[in-house]
Each structure stands twice: as C-alpha cells, then as structure tokens.
C-alpha cells in the first residue's frame, strides 16, 4: 500500500472495462483523479457508474484495464487490500454492533492503536458522541447516513467512494447533508468520489464532474464548463435544459462559426462548436434566451430572431418560463427571471427572441437530440 | 338507555376477548391435566387417569418407574446429538445451496423439502429396509440417523431463509473495512446468522425428542421415551410421565418468555430513541 506523499496518492483508470454476461457496463474508460478532489461520477441509472465504483472499491473485477492509486496498481487487490473505503448507498451498517463498534470495525481490522480517541473524534465530527451506544436500526436515516460515512472517514483513506449516499433521505436532509459532506471533505482533505444520478448534487459537491453515459465518460470538466459548454447532446440534455435547433454549418468567420438556422445565419464561438459534419445542433440554454415584444429593442447584440408565438406561460415566481413556437415549427423554452422591470407575455403574443452569441454551442448533428431527457 | 341495549353492548364489547380466552383454554388445558396429574397419587387404583389425592411422591421420585429415566436419557441423548450433526450438516448446505451457483441448484433445493412433505410412516419403513438389507445392527446409531436425516431438511429450510434474507452489501462492507474472508464471516455472517442457526437448533431437538413413527421402526431393542410412554399406555401410564411433560413445558415456556423479554427490551430501545 502506497502511502507517499500526497501528489503520488491519485487514483488512475485505465481503459477499465467491465462485461456482464449479458451486457458491457463499463466500455474502456480513462479516468485520473487527483488526490483530495471532489469527484462527481454523474448519470442515469445503468449508465454503469456504480460499476465503475464498485471496481475501484474491489467489489468487482475489471475483465480488462488497470486501475492504479499513486503507482500501486490495485486492480486485482482484494477490497481489504486496498486503500478506499465506501459509503454503501444502503449504508450497510452492522446491525448486531453499536455505533460505537460499527465506526471501530476497520480500525481493530487493522490493529490500530489507539482506537478509542480515533472513534470518539470521529463520532464528534459528524456529531453522534451521544448515540454511541445505540444500534444501527435505532438511528434515524440521516443519523444512520452519518454513521455510515464516519465508518469510512475514520480510516483516512486515499480515496472515499459515496455510492449515492443520499439517494434514502428526504429533499430538505439532502440538502443539509451535501453540506455537510462537502464541509467534511475540504476538512479532512481526502479524495471523494461522489456516483450520483443528480445532477444539481453533482453540481452542488464536486469540484470535476465526469457524465457517463451507457458505459462511456461523455464529458469531464469542471460543473460549470460542463453546464456552459457541452459537447454532446447527452450532456446539454441531462445536465440542465437546453434548446436545441437544427442547422447547417456555413462556414468559420474569424472566432466564429456561421451557422444558417432555419433561414437566419447565427455566430458561434468557435471554442463551443462541437460538429464535425455540415449539419449541427445548435445549443441554447432557456435562460440565456431573451424575449421581447415585436420590435422592441433587445439588449443583446446577437442571434436575432422574430416571428415567435407564445404557446406557454408557467409563472414559478423567481422566473417565468414561456414556450414559443417558432415559424419553422419548433417550440423552444424560454426563461426569464422577475425582475419587475419587465412585464409578463400573454399566450398568443407574438415576439422576438434573441441571445448572445457566445452563449450559443454547436453539437453534431449525429447525436441523439433527446438523449439524456429524462422521462418522467 | 334499556337494560337490553346495555346488555348488548357489553356483548359486543367483550365477544372478542371472550373467543381469545376460550381457544387459549383449549390450548392449554391438555397441559394444565399434564401438571395436575403430575401431582396425582392414583394409590391401588387401576384408573390411572382420575385424580384422587394430592401428592409430592412423583415429583421426589421421577426415576421410579422401571426403565423410564434410561429412555428419557436416550431420547435427551440422541436428540442432542442429532441436533448438533444435522445443524451442522444443515447450515453448510444452506450456505452453500444460497450463495453458491451450481448445476442442480434448483433441484437440490426441491429434493431437501421432500424429508418434510412425504409421510414418517414411509420415510421409517425405507429406512429400516435400508438398514436391513444393509445389515445394520438397529439401536442408538440406526436412531441417530434416522433423526439426523428428518432434521437435516428443517435446518437447511430455516438457516436458508435467514441467510436470503441477510444484505449482502454487510459483508461487502465488512471486506471494505478491512476484514478478510475469515474476519469477515465470524464478524458478520455468522453472528447474524445465528438466530436462524439457533432456531434450527431448538427446531431439531423438538422434532427428535418427540418422534414416535420414524423412531419406533428403527429403534430395534432400545427404548426413547415417547416408545417407553406408548408402550405403558397399554397398562397404565405412570405418573412420572407426567412430571417429565411438566418439566419440558417449564423449560419450553422459560425458552420462549426468554425471548419474548428480549424482544421487548429491544423493542422499548427502539422506541426512546
């Protein structure tokens, strides 16, 4: 077991694959991640991110690549013989041991000296010095959830695995609880890898988000790079909203791409064109969409369009958010925050949209549009 | 309001109570006549089954019968015996018939309910066939595996259903923890399993030390005590027979209310958290 200094201490993936009998979860992915980041690993539900986790935790063996943590390469260590420990989604707590015991277990695997202090801190950290002699099953969820996660602290691992550690509690624990977790990891310093199918947790905890995607990394990056500048219609759809438009590439034009979109020619950095063919999708968040009466002046020197018709108004109070069809059909999402300083559109009306350029993306015309909409 | 109409709410009022209590007479008066008998002096009476006067006679001198003490100590004996070989034998296989995959799987687990389903008297006779054919001398070693044998399948049924029901991502997070395989089962699987094992346990002996049929065909010359009672039905059952039911039920009934304080113990933890 590598315990070096702290730059040798990061987890590397690669071309990690996993096949099932029936199917392959993970298709040779490269992940590196340095030590005491935040980790997000973000998507839905069998888009084979708990795999990735669980081979990273030793619970599963990869049928090809290598994983390594500094230069120790653990891909066939046994899960106690390497250096991570995991926060069960169930949380996975003993049931016949005390709290007390339950956060002691790795340390007496582990001969460790000193125990007692270890799990009293512990157990002040994430403040249950007072039910240290309770059971599990008399714990309350998120009481439970924080013995769970002091269980995997106290061992001061390279790398922390959180396999949806919040998925059983209520909105408003979650809440608190993603916090917490993040107040607890700049804390201690440690490596957290976060597998969550929530993308504003993600975005809420983690310093880099990877998006998978059936089995592949679709995206990695920073959560607002992600949010801001995606490069496949499964990342524009699932983190967030987005409208996207068909097109047909013109041409560069210095920083810009020109795009012909239904008739009117639109710009697009070319740092956010993401086509490789003559057609594209072109991106645009709701809200970086501006609407304004017919002939009105818009404060956004940019993509201009006209002939839309409110088909939608839904008034949530910190914003409106407006449907507008547009002439070739389409109806694309609008949001504008209540400022007061504007007044409302009625259904019916018809109005000019517009946005600036360098808020726009271009994706490849391949891609899937409706990949990563969720269905409710 | 009329006497009737309050005669008729009592009625409606105290109905469910009163059914409870009569199938709990039911219940328990065949034991209630064990205990009181147990007390029972028949004198020259040949009607063993009248009380007549009061008596601690049988309680100082349970061992007065000829040869009964001898097969109470077989039948605690074998029953014993059976108990720890066929809870043995019996957790292994439903560990592996739950957590491991093989050809047959699901054939294994349909043949070891067939000890339960077919009939004792069949079961007993193809045994004694067996032993016959196969020149075993019948006695202690012929009981023992017949007992054995009937227990096996209730153990593996009992200490499989526990073991389906235990979180497999316990003993995942005990690997996780640092526990290797051994640390890992006697730390966590086996300590959570053993309420089944016990239960298989307590199961296991009830069944051996009450079994007549199966016992009865391959017993040859020895005596357990539910033939030795059988046997002395015919002129008269003495009345230490009924000092060793009082005694068994006393040690049934400790067993149980045990268990049930526990419970409530537990359930009381739970409920100021």
Same mark, same amino acid.
């Given at each position: 077991?590598?315990?070096?200094?702290?730059?040798?201490?990061?987890?590397?993936?690669?071309?990690?694959?996993?096949?099932?009998?029936?199917?392959?979860?993970?298709? =040779?992915?490269?992940?590196? !991640?340095?030590?005491?980041?935040?980790?997000?690993?973000?998507?839905?539900?069998?888009?084979?991110?708990?795999?990735?986790?669980?081979?990273?935790?030793?619970?599963?063996?990869?049928?090809?690549?290598?994983?390594?943590?500094?230069?120790?390469?653990?891909?066939?260590?046994?899960?106690?013989?390497?250096?991570?420990?995991?926060? /069960?989604?169930?949380?996975?707590?003993?049931? #016949?041991?005390?709290?007390?015991?339950?956060?002691? /277990?790795?340390?007496?695997?582990?001969?460790?000296?000193?125990?007692?202090?270890?799990?009293?801190?512990?157990?002040?950290?994430?403040?249950?010095? =007072?039910?240290?002699?309770?059971?599990?099953?008399?714990?309350?969820?998120?009481?439970?959830?924080? !013995?769970?996660?002091?269980?995997?602290?106290?061992?001061?691992?390279?790398?922390?695995?959180?396999?949806?550690?919040?998925?059983?509690?209520?909105?408003?624990?979650?809440?608190?609880?993603?916090?917490?977790?993040?107040?607890?990891?700049?804390?201690?310093?440690?490596?957290?890898?976060?597998?969550?199918?929530?993308?504003?947790?993600?975005?809420?905890?983690?310093?880099?988000?990877?998006?998978?995607?059936?089995?592949?990394?679709?995206?990695?990056?920073?959560?607002?790079?992600?949010?801001?500048?995606?490069?496949?219609?499964?990342?524009?759809?699932?983190?967030?909203?987005?409208?996207?438009?068909?097109?047909?590439?013109?041409?560069?034009?210095?920083? /810009?791409?020109?795009?012909?979109?239904?008739?009117?020619?639109?710009?697009?950095?070319?740092?956010?064109?993401?086509?490789?063919?003559?057609?594209?999708?072109?991106?645009?968040?709701?809200?970086?969409?501006?609407?304004?009466?017919?002939?009105?002046?818009?404060?956004?020197?940019?993509?201009?369009?006209?002939?839309?018709?409110?088909?939608?108004?839904?008034?949530?109070?910190?914003?409106?958010?407006?449907?507008?069809?547009?002439?070739?059909?389409?109806?694309?999402?609008?949001?504008?925050?209540?400022?007061?300083?504007?007044?409302?559109?009625?259904?019916?009306?018809?109005?000019?949209?517009?946005?600036?350029?360098?808020?726009?993306?271009?994706?490849?015309?391949?891609?899937?549009?409706?990949?990563?909409?969720?269905?409710? | 309001?009329?006497?009737?109409?309050?005669?008729?709410?009592?009625?409606?009022?105290?109905? !469910?109570?009163?059914?409870?209590?009569?199938?709990?007479?039911?219940?328990?008066?065949?034991?209630?006549?064990?205990?009181?008998?147990?007390?029972?002096?028949?004198?020259?009476?040949?009607?063993?089954?009248?009380?007549?006067?009061?008596?601690? #006679?049988?309680?100082?001198?349970?061992?007065?019968?000829?040869?009964?003490?001898?097969?109470?100590?077989? =039948?605690?004996?074998?029953?014993?015996?059976?108990?720890?070989?066929?809870?043995?034998?019996?957790?292994?296989?439903?560990?592996?018939?739950?957590?491991?995959?093989?050809?047959?799987?699901?054939?294994?687990?349909?043949?070891?309910?067939?000890?339960?389903?077919?009939?004792?008297?069949?079961?007993?006779?193809?045994?004694?066939?067996?032993?016959?054919?196969?020149?075993?001398?019948?006695?202690?070693?012929?009981?023992?595996?017949?007992?054995?044998?009937?227990?096996?399948?209730?153990?593996?049924?009992? !200490?499989?259903?526990?073991?389906?029901?235990?979180?497999?991502?316990?003993?995942?997070?005990?690997?996780?923890?640092?526990?290797?395989?051994?640390?890992?089962?006697?730390?966590?699987?086996?300590?959570?399993?053993?309420?089944?094992?016990?239960?298989?346990?307590?199961?296991?002996?009830?069944? =051996?030390?009450?079994?007549?049929?199966?016992?009865?065909?391959?017993?040859?010359?020895?005596?357990?005590?539910?033939?030795?009672?059988?046997?002395?039905?015919?002129?008269?059952?003495?009345?230490?027979?009924?000092?060793?039911?009082?005694?068994?039920?006393?040690?049934?009934?400790?067993?149980?209310?045990?268990?049930?304080?526990?419970?409530?113990?537990?359930?009381?933890?739970?409920?100021?958290?």
């Amino acid at each position: 077991m590598s315990q070096a200094s702290d730059g040798s201490r990061s987890l590397h993936l690669s071309q990690v694959t996993k096949e099932f009998a029936a199917f392959t979860a993970v298709k =040779s992915i490269d992940l590196e !991640v340095p030590h005491g980041s935040f980790f997000a690993l973000l998507g839905p539900s069998g888009c084979g991110k708990t795999t990735t986790l669980r081979m990273v935790a030793g619970l599963e063996t990869p049928t090809s690549g290598s994983i390594r943590i500094g230069d120790t390469d653990i891909t066939y260590a046994k899960p106690y013989q390497r250096p991570v420990n995991t926060v /069960f989604q169930s949380y996975a707590l003993f049931p #016949h041991l005390d709290i007390y015991e339950n956060v002691a /277990f790795g340390l007496r695997r582990r001969r460790s000296p000193e125990v007692d202090r270890q799990v009293k801190e512990m157990l002040e950290l994430v403040e249950l010095t =007072s039910q240290a002699r309770k059971k599990p099953p008399q714990l309350s969820g998120g009481q439970q959830q924080r !013995v769970a996660l002091a269980r995997a602290l106290i061992n001061r691992p390279d790398v922390l695995l959180l396999d949806e550690p919040l998925g059983a509690l209520d909105l408003k624990l979650r809440r608190a609880m993603q916090l917490e977790l993040k107040r607890i990891q700049t804390e201690v310093g440690l490596t957290f890898i976060h597998v969550t199918h929530d993308q504003e947790e993600a975005m809420t905890m983690a310093d880099t988000i990877a998006v998978m995607n059936a089995g592949e990394i679709e995206q990695m990056g920073a959560p607002n790079d992600l949010y801001e500048n995606p490069k496949t219609t499964f990342v524009a759809n699932f983190l967030g909203q987005s409208n996207l438009i068909a097109g047909k590439v013109l041409g560069p034009d210095g920083d /810009f791409v020109k795009v012909d979109m239904h008739g009117v020619t639109v710009s697009i950095p070319v740092s956010r064109a993401h086509a490789a063919g003559a057609d594209g999708w072109i991106g645009i968040r709701p809200e970086k969409v501006l609407i304004a009466a017919v002939g009105e002046e818009i404060d956004a020197p940019g993509n201009h369009l006209d002939g839309g018709i409110v088909t939608d108004v839904s008034f949530v109070g910190v914003s409106t958010q407006y449907l507008v069809r547009m002439p070739w059909g389409q109806e694309l999402q609008v949001f504008e925050q209540n400022t007061g300083r504007r007044r409302l559109f009625a259904k019916g009306e018809t109005v000019d949209l517009s946005w600036r350029p360098e808020y726009a993306f271009l994706l490849d015309a391949s891609q899937d549009v409706t990949a990563g909409i969720e269905d409710d | 309001m009329s006497p009737i109409a309050r005669t008729w709410r009592w009625i409606r009022e105290h109905v !469910v109570l009163a059914l409870g209590l009569l199938v709990l007479t039911y219940m328990f008066v065949p034991i209630a006549v064990v205990v009181l008998m147990s007390f029972n002096d028949p004198g020259k009476s040949k009607n063993v089954y009248t009380f007549r006067h009061f008596t601690l #006679h049988n309680w100082m001198h349970p061992c007065a019968p000829a040869g009964m003490c001898h097969s109470v100590g077989l =039948s605690l004996g074998i029953g014993l015996l059976a108990t720890i070989i066929a809870t043995i034998i019996g957790t292994m296989a439903a560990f592996g018939m739950v957590r491991h995959e093989f050809a047959g799987r699901s054939l294994a687990n349909t043949v070891i309910f067939l000890p339960m389903a077919s009939p004792e008297i069949v079961m007993g006779s193809s045994l004694l066939a067996l032993f016959v054919s196969t020149q075993v001398a019948l006695g202690f070693v012929t009981i023992l595996i017949a007992h054995v044998m009937f227990c096996l399948s209730f153990v593996v049924v009992t !200490v499989k259903a526990r073991l389906t029901g235990l979180d497999d991502n316990l003993e995942q997070a005990a690997m996780d923890l640092y526990a290797n395989e051994t640390e890992t089962f006697w730390r966590v699987t086996f300590p959570l399993v053993l309420p089944g094992i016990l239960g298989a346990a307590l199961l296991s002996f009830s069944l =051996s030390f009450d079994d007549y049929i199966i016992t009865n065909l391959n017993a040859g010359q020895s005596t357990t005590f539910p033939m030795f009672v059988w046997g002395a039905a015919q002129r008269g059952v003495p009345m230490q027979v009924n000092v060793i039911g009082t005694v068994m039920f006393l040690i049934a009934i400790t067993l149980v209310l045990g268990n049930e304080l526990n419970n409530r113990r537990q359930a009381r933890a739970l409920a100021t958290r």
